[in-house]
């Protein structure tokens, strides 16, 4: 005999795999490890970075000592023109605009060299300390570890911050 067919038997046949498939995510979550790392704060705070960043400034400190000078030369320009009149006030102004067009070319190239140059260090060094976090990941079998930056709250045994910080040094010692 030929059984009628059942709409709501069928339903609950594929809503219970259905909801199992559901659970399941939710407790493998549940099992996950989780680490939190403030990848700038670790990365900013290594000796080489350190090292880097002192090398940097004194790499421009000539020519940021040269802007500083004409900065200086521009403020008793305009000392001297509170005081001038006629030819001597235009000849002043003049002498300053070419000194101030000056400082404002020599501040934009010494941005854009030191701009460059960082960013460069921070490319090669955000890359090594990536290999580190990597590592740690998989020596204390982490599943995950997210930056600091995207999180509201965690548990501060979970940050490995300090961690990679010392595991990059030991790896990338400054020389």
Known sequence: MLQRWNPMGMRAFLLVPAAL?????SQLAGQAKVAVINFQEALLSTA????????LEAKY?????????LSAELQELQ????????????????EGQRKQITAQRLSEDLQSDVEFDRQ?????ASGRMREIVQGLRAEK???LIVDSSGVLASDPLINLTA?????????????
């Open 21 to 25: 498939l559901c659970a399941w995510p």
């Open 48 to 55: 080489d970075m350190q090292k880097e960043s002192a090398a």
């Open 61 to 69: 400190q000539d020519r940021q000592e040269e802007l500083n000078a």
């Open 79 to 94: 000392a001297k023109i509170q005081g001038a009149t006629g030819a001597e006030l235009a000849q002043l102004q003049a």
């Open 120 to 124: 460069n260090i921070l490319t090669a």
């Open 141 to 143: 079998g982490f599943d």
């Open 163 to 175: 961690e990679a910080t010392q595991a990059y040094d030991a790896k990338h010692p400054a020389n």
